[in-house]
């Protein structure tokens, strides 16, 4: 592939699995990519990428020297200094939190599974893409970070009419003023009250009141 100038695209590969990280290298090379530096560490990529310069750099997750999120830390850091710079992440798992992070950084970024280098004509469609400015979260996260969404919000238990009436509840409405609102009766409120509580698991107590509690689900919801 080559740049804007028509110059090969110039790549920092780092990961601590050799084999790997030479076979990627064999791979890009033999698409039109340059490979100017490997890395087995998040030290050594960073000096290689402050010396080099490169226009992608293809980031292993987790590196040494505790296989932790060394690799993350280093693409923010490239971030920071060589924002033209584009970076692609490679991991085994999906990690959502990371992933999320990373994604928050703007363009030419890139969340990848390490099985997908598999698929040679895709990896290589995928890396061109990213290079040339797109951001690309493999499909595998995004199924996973709708997954995660969903696991996360205490009100899908709540019907459409309950988080209705939880969101007036929240806004200080009383029953009758909740029921004024929605233009049913003040017992029909009561209900779906009583039924909010208790699908948020909210048992009684002597010291917390229920309803505020409710409505503190409801404002970390948000």
């Known amino acids: 592939m080559a740049d ?12 601590d ?9 064999s791979l890009l090379a033999g698409s039109g990519f340059e490979v100017v530096g490997q890395a087995g560490n998040g030290v050594e990529l960073l000096a290689l990428v402050r010396s080099t310069r490169p226009e992608l750099a293809i980031i292993d997750i987790r590196m040494p020297p505790a296989h932790a999120t060394e690799g993350l830390a280093a693409a923010r850091v490239i971030r920071a ?18 992933a999320m992070e990373l994604l928050a950084g703007g363009q030419r970024l890139g969340y990848l599974l390490k099985s997908r280098v598999t698929d040679v004509g895709q990896f290589i469609e995928t890396i061109e893409r ?3 400015g797109a951001s690309v979260v493999d499909p595998s996260l995004v199924q996973e970070l709708v997954m995660a969404r969903r696991r996360r919000d205490p009100l899908d238990v709540l019907s459409p009419r309950e988080r209705e009436v939880l969101a007036l509840m929240a ?9 004024h609102q929605i233009f049913v009766s003040e017992g029909t409120v009561e209900k779906h009250v009583r039924s909010i509580l208790t699908k948020l698991d909210l048992p009684e107590s002597a010291t917390d009141h229920r309803r ?4 503190l689900r409801f404002l970390e919801a948000r």
């Open 4 to 15: 804007t100038r028509g110059m090969p695209t110039r790549v920092v590969l780092a990961d």
């Open 17 to 25: 699995d050799v084999l790997l990280r030479e076979g990627l290298a």
């Open 81 to 98: 200094e060589l924002p033209d710079t584009a970076i692609v992440v490679l991991s085994a798992h999906v990690e959502v939190d990371e």
């Open 130 to 132: 990213i290079t040339a």
């Open 171 to 179: 806004e200080g409405a009383s029953n009758a003023g909740i029921a």
């Open 212 to 215: 505020v509690l409710a409505v």
